[in-house]
């Protein structure tokens, strides 16, 4: 399988698997991932994902040989942009926190699969790169909207123009990851996701809601969102986690008592 997705304890991995063409992504690839993302995003035994790849590299862009195909033909054209925006949506939509492992090669394509997680983890090798100039296309609009959530309109038109390869180090500053690690993006993002399956599924579900909704635009409270925080104090995990809050703080006073 080009993807593989696996459960390890409350985190759902899935790794793209063609390392021996740097996790370049084809058709079956790009077909894959909705399938997997819903399947992740409706197992109520997943509490966060990670996106990552085998092997050096995260994705070196789409399949060059299959691009040259695609251009054939426009119908040939808007199915591989469709299957791109159902996969890109896919990973951006799930109701999990999606943390993306960036490592190697991070190109074109690549980049979008990273701009849809919720949180990106890159170590040291990562080399990020838009070079649809250099092949003389366009970049989807959705993914092109993502990239400039996050790092600004100056910072996108400055990769996306200058066709550039930056490092993780230069991405952390412009804020396409949140974190840098010297090596092994892999197993950082693992331990991100564990940390994060242990906590409330339904306050990350509101929290998702809620900044994706901001990042979209929305400037104020809408009913959902006002229903999303009033919702939350008649939850199980409220009930839950003031439980476990109780407990921590007699264990403290009994601690200090002794």
């Known amino acids: 399988m080009s993807v593989e997705y696996r459960r390890q304890g409350g985190v759902g991995v899935v790794e793209l698997n ?7 992504l084809n058709a079956a690839m790009w077909r894959a ?3 997997i993302f819903g399947e992740a995003g409706a197992d109520g ?13 995260f994705a070196a862009g789409a399949d060059f040989a299959e691009l040259e195909l695609i251009a054939e033909t426009p119908a040939a054209v808007q ?5 791109m925006n159902a996969a890109t949506s896919a990973i951006a939509d799930c109701p999990k926190p999606v943390i993306g492992a960036l490592k190697g090669a991070c190109i ?6 990273a701009a849809a997680c919720d949180i990106r983890i890159a170590d040291e090798t990562a080399r990020i790169a838009l070079p649809p100039a250099q092949l003389g296309i366009a970049y989807p609009y959705a993914d092109t909207a993502r990239i400039c959530a996050l790092i600004g309109p100056g910072a996108a038109k400055r990769l996306f123009l200058g066709a550039e390869t930056i490092t993780g180090a230069e991405a ?3 804020g396409f990851v949140e974190t840098l690690v010297e090596s092994d993006a892999d197993t950082a993002a693992l331990a ?7 906590l409330s599924g339904a306050t990350h579900r509101a929290m998702l809601a809620m900044i994706d909704a901001i990042a979209a635009g929305v400037n104020e409270e809408t009913p959902r969102m006002r229903e999303l925080f009033t919702d939350s104090f008649s939850g199980e995990d409220f009930r839950a986690g003031m439980a476990q809050a109780r407990e921590q703080r007699a264990e403290a006073k009994r601690r200090r008592s002794g």
């Open 18 to 24: 063609r390392p021996e063409k740097r996790n370049a």
């Open 33 to 35: 991932l909705p399938e």
């Open 45 to 57: 035994d997943v509490g966060a994902v990670v996106l990552a790849a085998q092997g050096d590299h």
């Open 79 to 83: 199915r591989f942009l469709d299957e």
């Open 108 to 113: 074109g394509a690549g980049v979008a699969l």
């Open 172 to 174: 952390l500053r412009i």
């Open 192 to 198: 991100f996701a564990e940390k994060a399956a242990s």
